[in-house]
């Protein structure tokens, strides 16, 4: 069984489009993540939703836009898609308390031409 | 902002030698978790070991351990009898606040036969 899912792992679009990644767990966590993986491989946090709730909101652009519709889903909506918004999108849960890490997604390979 | 700095960007090793990677962090935490990820050319994140910062002892998992030095704010990864399925990029990470995760910029291992 998978324990954080997520989809589609490949996704190529035009510039302008607007497109969504999706994420479940299965897990019982109750805090789930959204993280950016660069061209270079440095990951950096963007949203963080704990039963619902948004407790993290990094700097990014308004194009971006997280949904939970429970604390077991969490989705991922771009807007407008730019060249620059090219990169792996990790969605992942823990639990509230970091304690043991968190589990990741296997990534969506986001490509803007 | 929380800080992890891996300093070493690709190493190689032969198949069943020992490598070790170094991670120093910086925290103002007083109780802390510290984690090495792996991710290999499959992309997924898989968690290595984890170390709690209020335990002394050094995390050990099968062929992984840790040398944790709290006062020097270093936490490297010990990596023994390397296996071909050990080549992969290598992620530090020290939670802070309290479920974030900061990362490091990853040091790529290569296992050689």
């Known amino acids: 069984d998978t324990a954080v899912s997520q989809t589609p792992k490949y996704l190529v679009t035009q510039m302008g489009n607007d497109k969504s990644i999706k994420c479940e767990q299965n897990?019982?966590?109750?805090?789930m993540y959204w993280y950016k993986q660069d061209s270079k491989k440095f990951l950096k946090i963007m949203f963080s939703?704990?039963?619902?709730?948004?407790?993290i909101n990094e700097t990014v652009p308004n194009r971006f836009s997280p949904k939970s519709p429970d604390k077991a889903h969490l989705n991922l909506h771009i807007n407008s898609l730019e060249l620059g918004d090219s990169a792996v999108y990790f969605c992942?849960?823990?639990?509230?308390?970091?304690?043991?890490?968190?589990?990741f997604g296997s990534g969506t390979r986001l490509t803007v031409v | 902002a929380q800080t992890v700095t891996q300093s070493q960007p690709e190493m190689s090793v032969q198949e069943a030698e020992t490598v070790t990677l170094s991670c120093t962090y910086d925290?103002?935490?007083?109780?802390?978790?510290l984690f090495w990820y792996k991710q290999p050319p499959s992309r997924q994140m898989i968690l290595v070991i984890r170390q709690e910062a209020y335990k002394q002892q050094n995390a050990t998992e099968n062929r992984f351990s840790v040398n944790f030095q709290k006062a020097a704010k270093s936490f490297s990864l010990k990596i023994s009898d390397s296996q071909l399925g050990d080549t992969a990029m290598y992620f530090c990470a020290c939670h802070y606040g309290n479920n974030r995760l900061a990362f490091g910029k990853g040091n790529q291992v290569v296992v050689i036969p």
């Open positions: 992942a849960s823990s639990l509230r308390r970091v304690v043991y890490g968190y589990t």
């Open positions: 897990l019982g966590h109750d805090t």
């Open positions: 925290t103002s935490e007083n109780n802390y978790y």
């Open positions: 939703y704990n039963n619902k709730e948004l407790i």
